[in-house]
Each structure stands twice: as structure tokens, then as C-alpha cells.
């Protein structure tokens, strides 16, 4: 059985360099009727700063070579692709009368992006920009989380860069993310309590954009999601692209193929354009984000931006989004908090236009069981938005051919959700019944 | 003619520095906010900016922040707005100026709201989060219908950008002194008149200069080399303090007369 991602196979495929520039947006910032740049007057300088700036860095072999080196030898890169054989046809109760999987049923491979330093697939962009912040002379970091998985990443890089840091989060995401917090405090980071609209995201970003705008000369802003006014949504999908050109050359060394379908979570939308990105050029091959459900497609009960959403601008750009009649963005609700966003990264926009992606959501109480079957079943515990991927896998693996490939981007881990977990009657005692 | 046009070149005659207010309609509710507007512009204010209140004011300090929630809560939207412009237009003096964050306009539609901004006697149109680059749709759409697109100019706008917004933008050009978001200050920003100076120097259009301004020497000081300075928090502040009393508007009439002093 040959489980795991094979490191030389990977170099071999000749995937480790970057392909930078494949797809880029349009001079002002726009995939299609999507992107752009809505951003107050103060902004608009340093934003064209740091287009120009990131621009000249992916032009540069140099800064190419740090960042990869940095991937492989700091963060772990290339993450294994690893095919989970029990999660298919396999039961949540752990025992032997369990069913195993025939050698016809469809093969499920994940994408190990949780098991990066720090543990989720965030620090892939945290190094890209913190490396590009330092290039452009900036010392001060500010970053927007709400999971805190992003918050983790950049006070990691800023750690490893000698960088002030500063992370905005929502008062909502620390409580339920309690242990990121300590994470982030200990890599020495501030995180600054948002206590503003739903106390999440949003709320974070706005905060950390409220800084940036008071502190432009000095600071750069590190947006963790393929979100915001351009170029992030262009060169987070181009740091975050590493997943999809790994994925793509292992799955053809351990497979033999392409796969039929790519599944990933779609909060802002970074790990599942990350590895869309790799196959973006094989038409056969489907695309499918799954966003969160929440508790019901209903106002404030969701962040399913492609069921309950219409276009819009938030924070910089123009995409699908929550909101009301009037223009006001609706609050959301999502059991991750990653996930847990009125917007959505408006490439996913127009690639759903194009009819290239496809996009789902899975509930928080399904979520919840994709996060315990993984757990019982494979012996990994997933991130809660990694969960909602995991868990539309299992619902839509029984409706494929038999002999079907399934890549899923298991973005992170799940270490930080425990308490959450609990919190939400998760199984997490070994129930004497459940062994026999 | 423009109104905005009118009112500015009336102010150079005089050589009187003036004075432009922001207050968030909706706080607290939009009766109230008719009564505000009646007694800023009795008080001699010289345009009124009327604010949209939006649910993710990006751009704004802790007070307009509270505004906005106090507005929301009582269920203030932009059509809302434009209604109660609309029925208190023919009591006031001052030209009206919308200010407001892109969303609302769009999810409006620029076309519809330019036609209910016309309908309601709006005078000119500021955009917080719209630069040059992505207003042309809206700008054509107020154009048309004789409304002034004010452009924000900041500290870190390029010259070259000075000189784009100087042609797109009419009736005045509002300069934001400081980087940051809006509150008032004790202090005036250092460069603020070279900012001031800067605009000047490709454009004849009006310019005032808003952030941070809260008291009459401000006014004043800024009036010496601006057209007008620009009070919004600090007004807004005066509005929260004063909210349920039965006296707000007296209050609110007397802080503009003591910055006009």
C-alpha cells in the first residue's frame, strides 16, 4: 500500500516551481464581474504599493527560492496525500463487523495541509506575504483571524522574520478558539478583542483594515483568505496554490490518474482555490466547495454565500455575499468559525459564472459527524471546516461510479475544536456500546 | 447651476471660512434626524452631510461606529434616507450631501438610486469606499441628473490621482487631513494645509478639509487656507449625548453656532 506522498516523486513531477501568473485577474482587479478594489481613499496608495511590490517578488527567482525553501524545510512541504481506505464504506462505530471497502468502491485521498507547521493549510500564505512584507521594508504586521488559524500562521512567520505582530480577532472566535489565542500570545503576538457587529470575522476584518488605514506607511496587512481588495485575492490563491500542484503530481504517481472530483471548504475560499488551482485545466475534472450550512438556509442561521447570497461589495470587493434588502450585511452562523463569513472570494464567483466549480453546503450537525467518523475511522481529528469537506465526501461518495478518485483538502487540524466539539454533544467518550 | 457650486463661490466672496456637518441619519431614530438637520442648518451650516448608516463601517471611529448601530437598530436603510430628505428638502437652506458606503447604493442600483436622489433634492453624492477607479458607473448615473460626485482625496493620494479627481469630481473636493479613520481630535494633523496646498495646485475646485476637526479655532484655522472644514464626530458626539433628551436639537443648534463663532 503506498499511503502516503512520495517527496522525490513530487520533485520529479517538476511541480515544486511555482506557475506563477496563469489566470491573473484583469489590470483593475476583476475575475470576470468580480474583484476589484473598494477600498477608502487612504488605502489606494498603499495598495497599489504592494501590487507593485508583489508583483516584482513573483517576478524575482530569489524571493521564489526563499519562500520554497522555507515550505519545505519550516512548514513540511510537500503534505502528504494520503488515501483514507476506512472512511469509505467504513461505519462510525469502530469494531470488526465494520465494512471495509472492495477493491470497485470509490478511492478517497486526503490532502494533508493539516499536517503543515502550525497545522493548517494558513501558513502557506502567512510565509508568502510576511517573506513579501519584509522585502517591501515593512516591520509591522497586522492580521485578521477567525479561527485562528491564520492568526497562528502570520505570528509564526513573524516570529521566524523578526516582525511586530498584531492580530485582530472577534471576541465570539476567541472564546470558541481559546486555545489559538494562547498560540498566538505565546509566539508573541497581540491579539486585540474585537467587540463589534457578530464578533467574528468580519468584525475582525474591519478592525485590522481600521489599523491598516491609520498606519499605512509602516504596516502591512496580511489578509489570510483569497478575499479583500486586489491583489490578495490573486496572491493568496498563487501562495495557496502549492496544495493543488502537489496534489495534482500525487495523485497521478499513486493513482495512476486524474482525479474525478476535488473537494474543499469555502470559507473566504484559500485552501479550496489553492487546490482548485492545480486543476483548473483539467475539464474532467469536477471542483466542488462546500460551504457551511450552518443551522438552516435562513437569514443569520448560515454562511452558505452561494444558497442565501446575491452580489455585493464587502471589504474590498465585489462578490457573492449575506445581505439584506437595504445593503446591510446579514450576520452568519457557522460551528466553525473559519468558515463562519458573509462573503465569499469572488474568483469562486466567477468560476461558478463559468461554470467550472460547483458549490455545496454541509450543516454544522453534519459537519459534526464528518469530524467524529474521520476520528474513529482514520485516526485523524480535522479542523470543523475541513470537517464540512470531509463530510460532503461522505454523502457524495455513495453517489459516484465505483472506481471513482475523491481528492479532499483536509485543510487543518482539529486540535482547536475540541472544546467546541464537546460543547456541541460531539461523541467523544468511548461509549462501551460502541465496541462491539 | 449647482447648489454646492453656488454655495462655495458665495463663500469665497465673503471670504468666510465654512462650515460642512456630518451627522448618521438614523441616530437615534429619523424623526429625530429631520429635527437635527433643521436646527444644523438654522445654526448656518453651509452644507450638510447626511450619513447611511451601514452594517460594516470600515472606515469610521468608535463614535460614527455607534451611530450607525443606534441607526441600524432603529431600522434606518438608504431608502429610508432619501425619503426623509425628501420630505424636510423644502425647509432647508444648506445643500445636502448623501455619505455613505458603497453597498447600500448598489444593492439599490446605481441608476434607481440616482433617480431617488434627484427625486429627493440631493445636491451631491461622497462614496467612502468608491475611488476613481470604480465610480464611473455611478458618477454617470449622478452626472446626468445634475448631482455632484464629491471625491475623497487623502495624505497618501499621488498627485497624479489629485489631478484625476480634480476632473471627475464637482462641487467640492472633501480632503481627509489625517491618516486613520474618522473621530474628532484636540489637535489639527501637521500637513494638513500642505494637503491643502497640494489640491490646490490642480484644482480651482472647493476644498474642504475634514477628520479630526471639533472646535471654532479649528474651523477657523483651517478656514484660513481651506474653503470649509468638515465636523462629523464631534457633532455625532453631541447627538449621542443629547439623543432622548427633549432639548436635542437646541443642543445641537448651539454646538454649530459655538464652531461658527
Given at each position: 500500500m503506498k499511503a502516503t506522498g512520495s517527496k522525490d516523486a513530487v520533485t520529479s513531477a517538476g511541480s515544486d516551481q511555482?506557475?506563477?501568473?496563469?489566470?491573473?485577474?484583469?489590470?483593475?482587479?476583476?475575475?470576470?464581474?468580480?474583484?476589484?478594489?473598494?477600498?477608502?481613499?487612504?488605502?489606494?496608495?498603499?495598495?497599489?504599493?504592494?501590487?507593485?511590490?508583489?508583483?516584482?517578488?513573483?517576478?524575482?527567482?530569489?524571493?521564489?527560492?526563499?519562500?520554497?525553501?522555507?515550505?519545505?524545510?519550516?512548514?513540511?512541504?510537500?503534505?502528504?496525500?494520503y488515501e483514507a481506505r476506512n472512511l469509505v464504506g467504513g461505519s462510525v462505530v469502530a469494531g470488526p463487523e465494520r465494512t471495509r471497502p472492495t477493491p470497485s468502491d470509490v478511492r478517497v485521498f486526503l490532502k494533508r495541509e493539516d499536517l503543515t507547521h502550525?497545522?493548517?493549510?494558513?501558513?502557506?500564505?502567512?510565509?508568502?506575504?510576511a517573506l513579501l512584507a519584509k522585502r517591501m521594508g515593512k516591520r509591522r504586521i497586522v492580521a485578521e483571524t477567525g479561527a485562528g488559524q491564520h492568526g497562528v500562521a502570520t505570528a509564526t512567520a513573524c516570529a521566524l522574520l523578526g516582525l511586530e505582530c498584531r492580530v485582530y480577532m472577534g471576541t465570539e472566535d476567541m472564546r470558541r478558539q481559546a486555545l489559538n489565542v494562547v498560540r498566538m500570545q505565546l509566539l508573541g503576538a497581540t491579539v486585540q478583542a474585537v467587540d463589534a457587529g457578530s464578533r467574528t470575522l468580519k468584525d475582525a476584518i474591519?478592525?485590522?483594515?481600521?489599523?491598516?488605514?491609520?498606519?499605512?506607511?509602516?504596516?502591512?496587512?496580511?489578509?489570510?483568505?483569497?478575499?479583500?481588495p486586489h491583489p490578495y485575492p490573486l496572491m493568496v490563491r498563487e501562495f495557496q496554490s502549492v496544495i493543488g500542484r502537489e496534489a495534482r503530481a500525487q495523485i497521478l504517481d499513486q493513482a495512476g490518474r486524474l482525479p474525478d472530483v476535488v473537494v474543499a471548504c469555502v470559507g473566504g475560499g484559500s485552501n479550496a482555490i489553492g487546490i482548485f488551482d492545480g486543476f483548473l485545466e483539467d475539464a474532467d475534472v469536477r471542483l466542488i466547495g462546500v460551504e457551511a450550512g450552518g443551522e438552516k438556509i435562513a437569514p443569520g442561521c448560515h454562511a452558505a454565500r452561494f444558497a442565501g447570497?446575491?452580489?455585493?461589495?464587502?471589504?474590498?470587493?465585489?462578490?457573492?455575499?449575506?445581505?439584506?434588502?437595504?445593503?446591510?450585511?446579514?450576520?452568519?452562523?457557522?460551528?466553525?468559525?473559519?468558515?463562519?463569513?458573509?462573503?465569499?472570494?469572488?474568483?469562486?464567483?466567477?468560476?461558478?459564472?463559468?461554470?467550472?466549480?460547483?458549490?455545496?453546503?454541509?450543516?454544522?450537525a453534519e459537519a459534526l459527524e464528518g469530524f467524529t467518523a474521520l476520528a474513529r475511522l482514520e485516526g485523524i481529528l480535522p479542523a470543523l471546516e475541513s470537517s464540512h469537506a470531509i463530510a460532503y465526501t461522505m454523502q457524495l461518495v455513495p453517489t459516484l461510479k465505483p472506481g471513482s478518485i475523491v481528492v479532499v483538502n483536509l485543510s487543518g487540524r482539529g486540535d482547536k475544536d475540541v472544546q467546541t466539539v464537546i460543547d456541541s454533544g460531539g461523541r467523544v467518550l468511548s461509549d462501551p456500546a460502541d465496541g462491539r | 447651476m449647482s447648489h454646492l457650486r453656488d454655495t462655495f463661490a458665495r463663500l469665497r466672496e465673503q471670504k468666510t471660512p465654512g462650515l460642512v456637518t456630518y451627522v448618521t441619519a438614523g441616530d437615534p431614530d429619523l424623526d429625530r434626524t429631520a429635527g437635527v438637520l433643521r436646527a444644523i442648518d438654522r445654526a448656518g451650516a453651509d452644507v450638510l452631510e447626511v450619513g447611511v448608516p451601514f452594517s460594516d463601517p470600515l472606515a469610521d471611529g468608535p463614535v460614527i461606529q455607534r451611530a450607525t448601530e443606534r441607526a441600524l437598530a432603529s431600522g434606518t436603510t438608504l431608502s429610508g434616507v432619501l425619503d426623509l430628505v425628501r420630505s424636510i428638502r423644502a425647509d432647508i437652506r444648506a445643500p445636502i450631501v448623501i455619505f455613505s458606503y458603497a453597498n447600500p447604493i448598489l444593492r439599490l442600483g446605481a441608476e434607481r438610486f440616482a433617480d431617488r436622489a434627484r427625486?429627493?433634492?440631493?445636491?451631491?453624492?461622497?462614496?467612502?469606499?468608491?475611488p476613481i477607479e470604480e465610480a464611473a458607473d455611478v458618477r454617470d448615473m449622478l452626472v446626468a441628473r445634475g448631482i455632484d460626485t464629491i471625491l475623497l482625496l487623502s495624505p497618501t493620494t499621488t498627485d497624479d490621482r489629485l489631478r484625476r479627481a480634480a476632473a471627475l469630481g464637482s462641487g467640492f473636493l472633501y480632503a481627509i487631513s489625517r491618516l486613520g479613520v474618522?473621530?474628532?481630535?484636540?489637535?489639527?494633523?501637521?500637513?494638513?494645509?500642505?494637503?491643502?496646498?497640494?489640491?490646490?495646485?490642480?484644482?480651482?475646485?472647493?476644498?474642504?478639509?475634514?477628520?479630526?476637526?471639533?472646535?471654532?479655532?479649528?474651523?477657523?484655522?483651517?478656514?484660513?487656507?481651506?474653503?470649509?472644514?468638515?465636523?462629523?464626530?464631534?457633532?455625532?458626539?453631541?447627538?449621542?449625548?443629547?439623543?432622548?433628551?427633549?432639548?436635542?436639537?437646541?443642543?445641537?443648534?448651539?454646538?454649530?453656532?459655538?464652531?461658527?463663532?
Open positions: 511555482p506557475a506563477f501568473g496563469r489566470r491573473d485577474p484583469d489590470a483593475r482587479g476583476y475575475f470576470g464581474a468580480y474583484g476589484g478594489r473598494f477600498v477608502p481613499e487612504t488605502l489606494v496608495a498603499p495598495i497599489e504599493e504592494l501590487t507593485a511590490g508583489y508583483f516584482a517578488a513573483r517576478a524575482d527567482k530569489a524571493f521564489r527560492d526563499e519562500l520554497d525553501q522555507m515550505l519545505k524545510h519550516y512548514v513540511g512541504r510537500p503534505t502528504p496525500l502550525t497545522g493548517a493549510h494558513k501558513i502557506n500564505n502567512a510565509l508568502g506575504q474591519n478592525e485590522a483594515m481600521r489599523d491598516w488605514v491609520a498606519n499605512v506607511t509602516d504596516t502591512y496587512y496580511l489578509l489570510g483568505s483569497a478575499l479583500g447570497g446575491s452580489t455585493g461589495v464587502l471589504q474590498g470587493t465585489r462578490t457573492f455575499i449575506l445581505q439584506d434588502d437595504a445593503g446591510n450585511i446579514e450576520l452568519t452562523h457557522s460551528i466553525s468559525a473559519g468558515l463562519d463569513y458573509a462573503a465569499v472570494g469572488p474568483e469562486h464567483a466567477w468560476l461558478r459564472d463559468l461554470g467550472r466549480t460547483e458549490y455545496a453546503h454541509i450543516s454544522d | 427625486e429627493a433634492g440631493i445636491d451631491g453624492v461622497l462614496i467612502l469606499d468608491l474618522t473621530g474628532a481630535r484636540e489637535v489639527l494633523a501637521d500637513g494638513a494645509k500642505e494637503m491643502v496646498q497640494r489640491i490646490r495646485r490642480v484644482s480651482d475646485l472647493p476644498v474642504a478639509l475634514g477628520f479630526g476637526i471639533s472646535k471654532p479655532e479649528h474651523v477657523r484655522e483651517v478656514g484660513q487656507w481651506a474653503d470649509a472644514a468638515v465636523v462629523g464626530s464631534a457633532l455625532v458626539d453631541v447627538i449621542a449625548r443629547g439623543g432622548a433628551s427633549h432639548d436635542l436639537h437646541t443642543r445641537v443648534e448651539e454646538y454649530v453656532r459655538w464652531l461658527k463663532s
